[in-house]
């Protein structure tokens, strides 16, 4: 195994520890050398991918919503119908962040804990907002349909955080069923 190999598989390993101390239940601190310590490797080989701590929890955050961007695409890429669309894509992101709470709690939660990502969510929300806006078919005025799509990218993220901090108490069954209504009746608007 060539060193580029080896360099890609312990950036590998630090973006899963950042993901696991980043959405620690508790809104674990992370700081290198916990990083290290998790990861089993020493400090030279954090620096050899990161400058800093704080460059680290922004790339663990980018990682996250580049993660679930792409799942929301790839759901949502072979449907059709309101119906179905909302369905593929609501069923993606509990998939990656409800059955994988702490890839949850850093997209979602982490921003409005860590200050080094103070804004980062609304940085992130653009590209959930266009994701939504090719799904609103029925919406024919765009500006319009901007404002469904940034109200129901809103709507949501509000959701899942409740949803992953245990303040909406309901199954996953009703909760996945309210926001596929939620997208299917914004496009109806």
Do not use: W
Not at 78 to 102: I, N, R
Not at 159 to 182: M, T
């Amino acid at each position: 195994m060539g060193i580029e190999e080896r360099r890609a598989i312990r950036k590998a390993t630090l973006f899963d520890v950042g993901v696991t101390l980043l959405g620690a239940v508790d809104g674990s601190a992370v700081n290198v050398r916990a990083v290290c310590k998790a990861a089993g490797l020493t400090e030279r080989y954090f620096y050899e991918s990161f400058t800093d701590r704080d460059e680290y929890v922004v790339s663990v955050h980018s990682f996250v919503a580049e993660r679930a961007q792409s799942a929301l695409a790839t759901a949502v890429a072979t449907e059709s119908g309101t119906e179905a669309v909302a369905t593929a894509a609501v069923d993606a992101f509990v998939k990656l962040m409800v059955d994988d709470p702490a890839m949850g709690r850093v997209l979602l939660i982490a921003p409005l804990s860590e200050p080094v990502l103070n804004g980062r969510g609304i940085q992130s929300m653009p590209a959930f907002v266009d994701l939504v806006y090719a799904q609103l078919s029925e919406i024919s005025d765009p500006v319009d349909k901007q404002l469904v799509a940034v109200g129901l990218v809103g709507a949501l993220f509000t959701l899942f955080i409740g949803y992953l901090d245990g303040s909406i108490d309901i199954d996953r069954e009703r909760f996945v069923a309210h926001c596929v209504r939620l997208l299917t009746r914004a496009n109806h608007a």
